[in-house]
């Protein structure tokens, strides 16, 4: 397998334009994760599926963030409008839930800057 | 939700000499307690982790161990090697509620830094 695959891997965009992230996790892993970056915050959990439903999307941080899983085999997250604090490194990872907390795969992220 | 404390920030090492990273957390329904390197460029990748029914494991050079009573559980890297130079990452997960995997609360990271 391919590991997850996150795309773009860097996007560059103007403050106010729409950012659309894509996620491919790991065929047969039916938990995917949203993670985002920065020095100053780490790691943050942003929203999780499982079996593509949203279970937890506590971690969005406004409206203007907004993802969705179509199928099991991808994933988008969506900005709308981007503004220059949503830069930061955009981590997709994908895991089997089963009887218990498995490995979580992480993808290679996608840098965004907000200009 | 739960709180997860990671030091030092920066842990600089002879090679050779041992690394510990120490990590706290704060829900004591925590069980699932993953350790993860980060090399510049990439995502974090999972070196080693721990359920709370054991108190330590070992995996070559590094282990880790738990201590549910206190809340906090550390990383140990023995023998280190100038590719052990990366960021790593505690995390701690809650039980499993039968509505999937739960995500994972994630320290602030520690760089480790390999002196030759």
């Known amino acids: 397998d391919a590991g997850v695959i996150q795309s773009p891997r860097h996007e560059v965009t103007e403050m106010g334009q729409e950012v659309t992230l894509r996620c491919k996790p790991i065929?047969?892993?039916?938990?995917l994760f949203w993670y985002r970056q920065t020095m100053m915050r780490g790691l943050e959990l942003l929203i999780y599926?499982?079996?593509?439903?949203?279970?937890?999307d506590s971690g969005m941080p406004e409206d203007r963030f907004s993802a969705k899983m179509p199928n099991a085999s991808f994933s988008t997250l969506k900005i709308q409008p981007s503004e220059p604090r949503d830069s930061a490194v955009y981590f997709c990872?994908?895991?089997?839930?089963?009887?218990?907390?498995?490995?979580?795969?992480f993808g290679q992220g996608t840098r965004l800057t907000v200009v | 939700g739960e709180n997860v404390e990671q030091h030092p920030s920066t842990l600089s090492v002879q090679e050779g000499d041992s690394a510990v990273i120490k990590c706290t957390y704060s829900?004591?329904?925590?069980?699932?307690f993953p350790w993860y390197k980060q090399e510049l460029g990439k995502g974090p990748q999972l070196i080693i982790d721990?359920?709370?029914?054991?108190g330590e494991k070992k995996d070559q050079r590094i282990a880790v161990t738990l201590n549910k009573t206190a809340k906090h559980f550390s990383l140990h890297i023995t023998e280190t090697q100038p590719e052990d130079s990366a960021v790593y990452f505690c995390?701690?997960?809650?039980?499993?509620?039968?509505?999937?995997?739960?995500?994972?609360?994630f320290g602030k990271g520690t760089h480790l830094i390999i002196q030759p």
């Open positions: 065929s047969g892993h039916n938990s």
């Open positions: 995390a701690a997960s809650p039980p499993y509620s039968g509505g999937g995997a739960d995500g994972l609360t």
């Open positions: 990872a994908s895991s089997v839930s089963g009887t218990g907390n498995t490995e979580a795969f």
């Open positions: 721990i359920r709370s029914n054991v």
């Open positions: 829900d004591s329904a925590s069980n699932y």
């Open positions: 599926f499982n079996n593509n439903v949203p279970i937890d």
